[in-house]
């Protein structure tokens, strides 16, 4: 069956607030979360502990109800239409969904019928699966025998079976060594190629730069901010540019240049070497570069580097991720 080339949102979410009700205290998860995700991208759900990203992500795949505010998964409200948002969706949630005493196929299998597949359509689509995640072989042993990451593959094939157009994933890597990382990150990107919209929970930066288009960082029940990784990091505090000359004694000269140049924000120097902020470094290296060579300056080496999604993170929610990751 094709996929639907719609475009427009696939994750629509406006207005959303929970508060929890134990016997002795009231937690506001959600204190009105609006974001928006265009269909066949990757959206990197990020903030710290408790921020509400968990609470988010149960409205939208129905686990759980908002009080106020209304969301659509694949054009169908959360809330009045909670099976069909089902039929659209894959869930990978953080904790293992295999069995690991059936085979790799049994589960797909299994995963298939409790979609209401019928068990024919159910074996072709495993058997489609296996091989596309390169784990035919293996779908002959209990999935217990499994890899690490083999096992989070297979849960990610589980949730494909029924074909959803949304799929999320929380925290798909963690725990996982650094070549199945690499691994997961690559199937990540085939599926969003293939079209599928993924909303994507993770503790890694590095993940949420490499894989997600959009960010939305989370805090106290609220989106603090959102935006493309580069956007973001980009309103910080803009780029570097690192010169390093050929000569020692042309430094001087090369700071005079610089220092006048429009856009250059900061300049430092040390012994043969210039650090120039500037606001967007790709639009600015041209002229610098330019700038040098018309006053004879002759350079070793050049570097633009950004701020990096660590930095946003601390700005706008507040703490280190190596904080978060370690609290
Ligand atoms: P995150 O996934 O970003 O860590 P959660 O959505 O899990 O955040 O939690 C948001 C807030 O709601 C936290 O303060 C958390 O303690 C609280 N919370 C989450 N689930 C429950 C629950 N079932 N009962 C009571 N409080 C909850």
Known sequence: MPRTTRSGPAITVAGLTKTYRTRDREVRALDGIDLEVEAGTVMGLLGPNGAGKSTTVKILTTLARADSGTATVAGHDVAREAAAVRRAIGYVSQKPGFDPIGTGKENLVLAGRVYGMPARGARARADELLERFGLTEAGRRLARTWSGGMQRKLDVAMSLMHRPQVLFLDEPTTGLDPQARADMWAEIERLAADGLTVLLTTH???????????????????????????????????????VSLAERDDLPR????????????????????????????????????????????????????????????????GRTFAAEVAA
Do not use: F, W
């Open 204 to 242: 890694y930066l590095e993940e949420a730069d490499h894989l997600a288009q959009q960010l939305v960082i989370v805090d106290q029940g609220r989106v603090v901010v959102s935006g493309t990784p580069d956007g973001l990091k980009r309103s910080l505090s803009g780029d570097a540019i690192s």
């Open 254 to 317: 090369a700071y005079g240049a610089l220092a006048g140049l429009d856009g250059v924000t900061e300049l430092a120097r040390d012994l043969d070497t210039l650090r120039a902020r500037v606001d967007d470094g790709a639009l600015a290296l041209p002229r610098v570069m330019g700038t040098l060579d018309a006053a004879g300056v002759r350079l070793a080496a050049v570097t633009v580097s950004r701020p990096s999604l660590d930095d946003v993170y601390l700005r706008y929610a």
